[in-house]
């Protein structure tokens, strides 16, 4: 059974940093990619910012570019989220997810296993 555990999420004031982590457990992906989504309350989850199993290829949504850097351990079974200069609009329930395959892991409603989520708030 796959399991994505995230942490490291919380309260940051406006400017301030966060790293998020989420461990996956259970398998061994072969071909694959991670992401991180967000959704805020009455929004749907969209797209923070994925990256492929081996690392190689990366994609970020435009509001996030040059804040945010996404990234993977050595051993492939962490991703991390790396958030820069938080905004209040950064403020949401953030989610990893696993899509199983060659293609990045952009679509919500094609990813196979999702993590619990973990709180971000940005206060002003």
């Known amino acids: 059974q796959v399991q994505l555990v995230e942490s490291g999420g919380g309260l940051v004031q406006a400017g301030g940093s966060l790293r998020l982590s989420c461990a996956a457990s259970g398998r061994t992906f072969i071909n694959y990619s991670m992401g991180w989504f967000r959704q805020a309350p009455g929004k749907e989850r969209d797209l923070v910012a994925a990256?492929?199993?081996?690392?190689?290829?990366?994609y970020y949504t435009d509001s996030v570019k040059g804040r945010f850097t996404i990234s993977t351990n050595n051993a492939k079974n962490t991703v991390f989220l790396q958030m820069n200069s938080l905004k209040p609009e950064d403020a949401a329930v953030y989610y990893c997810?696993?899509?199983?395959?060659?293609?990045?892991?952009?679509?919500?409603?094609?990813?196979?296993?999702w993590g619990q989520g973990t709180q971000i708030t940005v206060s002003s």
């Open positions: 990256i492929s199993g081996g690392g190689g290829r990366t």
């Open positions: 997810a696993v899509r199983q395959g060659i293609t990045l892991a952009v679509k919500p409603r094609r990813c196979d296993f």
